[in-house]
C-alpha cells in the first residue's frame, strides 16, 4: 500500500460508548442528563451572580466568569452527544462532525488551561504585591488577557485539526469511546502515526505537563510569601488559593494521564475522560461557591433583590421550556429510523411503505390495577371512599375561604386554586377507574384517551405552576415580611394563577401534539388504569427513542427543576428563621411545613415516573394512584390540621349554619 495517497474512504464513526450494557445505558442517561443539568444551571448561575453583583467587580470574578462560561460550553459539546447516544443502540458520527467535536473540545480546553494560568497570575499578583494589585490589573489588561486565552484556544485546536485532517482513514471505523478524540482516531489511521503522535504529545500533554508544574511552582512562592501576611490575611488568601488550586488538580492531572504518552488507548480512558470532561465542570462551580463567601453573599443579595420579579421569570422560563419542547418535535425519516435501529420493530416497518402514518387502532383495554375479580370490587369501594373525600374536602376549603373575610390573605387565593384544581384533576381519573373496577371488560376510545391525556397533564401542570407561586408567597411572607402586602398585591395574584393555568394549557397541548401524531396499528392493551405518555409509547409502532426523550424534558426534567428549586427555596426560608422569635418561628414553620408536604408527595411520583426512558415497571400504578388519587385527597386534611386559620373559619361558619337552621 503507498502511504503517501491520502485516500479516505470512511465517511463516519462508530462510537462504542462507555457501555453495552442496556440497562447501564438506561442508568447513565439518568446521571448524566442530571448532571448536564447541574453542571449548566450552576455555571450560568455564577455567570449571572457576577454580572448583576456590583461586589464582585475583582479582576478574580472577571475571570472566573469567563472559566464558568467556558465550563458550561465545554460538557455542552460532549454530553448532550453522549446522553443521546446511550439511548441508541447504533451510534454514528460524521467525519465531519467527528472533526467538528474533536476543534471545539480542545478550543474550550486550551482557552481553559491559558485561563487558569491568568487566574494563578491574578492570586500571585493579590497575594504578593498587594499595593500595586489595582494598577497592575487594570481593566483594560484583565480583558487583553482573556482575549489572549480565546486566541490561545484556536491556535490549539487550529494545530490539532491540522494534523487530523490529513489522516487517511480507509477502515475500520469502530472507535471504543464516546467521543472523538485524538488518540483513539490516530490508532483508526491507516498509516504510521508514531512520529505524529509524539507531537500531539508535545501539543497536548508536555503543555499540561509544563503549565502545571509552573502552576505548582507558583503556589510555592505565593505559600512562601504568606509568611510575613497576619493570620486573618493568610485565612483569606488560602481560601481563595484553595478552591483554584483544587480545580487545576481536577483539570491537569486527567489531561496529562490522557495525552503524555505515546500512541496507545485503555480500558481507563472513558472514565478518565468523563472525569475530565463532565465532572471537572460540575465540580467548579461548588467549588468556587462553597468556599468564597463574597460569591454566597451575592447569590443571597441577588436572590433578595430579585425576589419581587421571580415568580414572573419562572412562569417565563416554564413557558419558553414549552416553546422549545414543541419545536423540536422531530420525525425522523424512514431510512434514519432504520439505520440507527437495526433490528427492532422500525427494520419492520420499513417493508410497509404508508405504516408510519396507519392508524389502525381505534380504542384500547385498560387492564386495570388488578385482575383479581374480589380485589377489584373492594378497590373499587374503597376509592369511591377516597374519590367522595376528595370532593367534599376540597370543596369545602374552597367555600370556607371564599365566605371568610379572615381568609383574604394572598396564600388562601392561591389555596382556594389548588383545592378546586384537586377536585378537577381526581374527576378526571377516579370516576372511570371505579366503574372500570367493577367492569370485567375496561375500555377507552382512542379520542377519550387523547382527552384523557390532555386533561391530566393541563390540571397537573397547573398543579405544578400553583406550588411554585405559593411557595414564592411563603419566601416573600417570611423573608420580606414589610413589603409582603405591596409585592403580593390582588392584582400580581391573580396574575400568577392566571399564568398558572396558562402554562398547564401549553404544556398539555405540546404533550398531546407528541401523541397525536403517533401511529397505532396493534396491540391495543395497556397495562394501566389511564392513559399516560409511557404505556402509550410502548404500543406505538414505530420508533419512539427520540419523543421519549423530547417527554422527559417536557415532564421528568421540568418536574426535577422545579422541585429542586422549591427545595432551595425552603433552605432559603429555613436560613432566614434566624433572626426571628421562637413564635414566629413556630408559625412559619406550622404553614411551610404544609405546603412542603405537598410538594414531596406530589413531586416525588412525578419524578420517578418521567424522569427515564421510555419503559414501564409494575410498581406505576401504585406511584400514579399515589399522585392522581391519594394526594389530592390528602391536601385538604394538610392544609386545615395544621393551618389555626382555616381550622378557626371552619368552626365559625359550622356554628353560623348551626344558628341559621335552628331559627
Not at 512520529?195 to 505565593?222: D, E, H, K, Q, R
Amino acid at each position: 500500500m503507498d502511504y503517501s495517497m491520502p485516500l479516505n474512504n470512511m465517511t463516519e464513526f462508530i462510537l462504542l460508548g462507555l457501555t453495552q450494557n442496556p440497562h447501564w445505558q438506561k442508568t447513565l442517561f439518568v446521571v448524566f442528563l442530571f448532571i448536564f443539568l447541574f453542571t449548566v444551571l450552576a455555571n450560568l448561575l455564577i455567570v449571572l451572580t457576577i454580572s448583576l453583583s456590583p461586589t464582585l467587580s475583582a479582576p478574580m470574578y472577571f475571570f472566573l466568569t469567563y472559566l464558568s462560561f467556558i465550563d458550561a460550553s465545554y460538557t455542552s459539546v460532549t454530553t448532550p452527544k453522549m446522553l443521546v447516544d446511550l439511548l441508541y443502540q447504533r451510534r454514528t458520527i460524521s467525519l465531519g462532525g467527528c472533526l467538528t467535536q474533536l476543534f471545539v473540545e480542545h478550543l474550550l480546553g486550551g482557552s481553559e488551561i491559558i485561563l487558569l494560568i491568568v487566574m494563578a497570575y491574578d492570586r500571585y499578583v493579590a497575594i504578593c504585591k498587594p499595593l500595586h494589585y489595582v494598577t497592575i490589573m487594570r481593566p483594560g489588561l484583565c480583558r487583553l488577557l482573556v482575549v489572549v486565552a480565546w486566541i490561545g484556544g484556536v491556535v490549539h485546536a487550529t494545530v490539532q485539526i491540522l494534523f487530523m485532517t490529513h489522516l487517511p482513514f480507509c477502515g475500520p471505523n469502530v472507535i471504543d469511546h464516546f467521543m472523538c478524540d485524538l488518540f483513539p482516531l490516530l490508532k483508526l489511521a491507516c498509516r504510521d502515526t508514531r512520529w505524529l503522535g509524539m507531537v500531539v504529545a508535545a501539543n497536548s500533554g508536555a503543555m499540561c505537563l509544563l503549565i502545571f508544574s509552573m502552576l505548582l511552582v507558583s503556589y510555592g512562592v505565593l505559600l512562601r510569601s504568606l509568611k510575613s501576611h497576619s493570620s486573618e490575611g493568610q485565612r483569606k488568601a488560602l481560601s481563595t488559593c484553595a478552591s483554584h488550586f483544587t480545580v487545576v488538580v481536577l483539570f491537569f492531572v486527567p489531561c496529562i494521564f490522557t495525552y503524555m504518552r505515546p500512541v496507545a488507548t485503555y480500558p481507563v480512558d472513558k472514565l478518565v475522560t468523563v472525569f475530565f470532561a463532565i465532572l471537572t465542570p460540575m465540580l467548579n462551580p461548588v467549588i468556587y461557591t462553597v468556599r468564597n463567601t463574597e460569591v454566597k453573599s451575592a447569590m443571597r443579595d441577588l436572590w433578595k433583590r430579585r425576589g419581587r420579579s421571580l415568580s414572573q421569570y419562572l412562569l417565563i422560563a416554564v413557558f419558553l421550556k414549552m416553546q422549545i419542547g414543541k419545536c423540536l418535535q422531530i420525525k425522523l425519516p424512514r431510512s434514519q429510523i432504520q439505520h440507527n435501529f437495526p433490528g427492532q420493530r422500525a427494520m419492520h416497518l420499513g417493508s410497509k411503505p404508508h405504516m408510519e402514518n396507519a392508524r389502525n387502532v381505534t380504542e384500547f383495554i385498560l387492564l386495570g390495577i388488578t385482575k383479581d375479580p374480589e380485589l377489584r370490587k373492594a378497590l373499587s369501594a374503597l376509592f369511591l371512599i377516597m374519590y367522595s373525600a376528595t370532593v367534599l374536602g376540597n370543596l369545602l376549603i374552597v367555600i370556607t375561604i371564599t365566605v371568610s373575610p379572615s381568609l383574604r390573605s394572598p396564600m388562601f387565593i392561591f389555596l382556594t386554586y389548588l383545592a378546586l384544581m384537586d377536585v378537577t384533576y381526581s374527576s378526571v381519573i377516579a370516576p372511570k377507574l371505579i366503574v372500570d373496577s367493577l367492569s370485567e371488560r375496561t375500555t377507552i376510545s382512542f379520542a377519550g384517551c387523547m382527552a384523557q391525556l390532555f386533561t391530566e397533564h393541563f390540571f397537573g401542570g397547573v398543579g405544578i405552576i400553583l406550588l411554585i407561586v405559593m411557595a414564592y408567597d411563603r419566601y416573600v411572607a417570611i423573608c420580606r415580611p414589610l413589603h409582603y402586602m405591596t409585592i403580593m398585591s390582588p392584582q400580581v395574584c391573580y396574575l400568577l394563577v392566571a399564568g398558572a393555568w396558562l402554562g398547564g394549557f401549553l404544556h398539555a397541548t405540546i404533550q398531546i401534539l407528541f401523541m397525536y401524531q403517533i401511529p397505532f396499528c396493534g396491540p391495543n392493551i395497556i397495562d394501566h388504569f389511564i392513559c399516560d405518555l409511557f404505556p402509550l409509547l410502548k404500543l406505538s409502532c414505530r420508533d419512539t427513542h427520540i419523543l421519549g426523550l423530547l417527554v422527559i424534558l417536557n415532564s421528568g426534567v421540568m418536574c426535577a427543576t422545579i422541585f429542586l428549586i422549591l427545595i432551595a427555596s425552603y433552605l432559603g426560608i429555613l436560613c432566614s428563621l434566624k433572626a426571628y422569635s421562637s413564635e414566629g418561628r413556630r408559625r412559619a414553620l406550622s404553614t411551610c411545613s404544609s405546603h412542603f408536604t405537598v410538594v414531596v408527595l406530589f413531586f416525588v411520583p412525578c419524578v420517578f415516573l418521567y424522569m427515564r426512558p421510555v419503559v414501564t415497571y409494575p410498581i406505576d400504578k401504585a406511584m400514579a394512584v399515589s399522585f392522581t388519587v391519594v394526594e389530592p385527597m390528602l391536601n385538604p386534611l394538610i392544609y386545615t390540621l395544621r393551618n389555626a386559620d382555616v381550622k378557626r373559619a371552619l368552626r365559625k361558619l359550622w356554628m353560623k349554619r348551626r344558628i341559621v337552621s335552628c331559627h
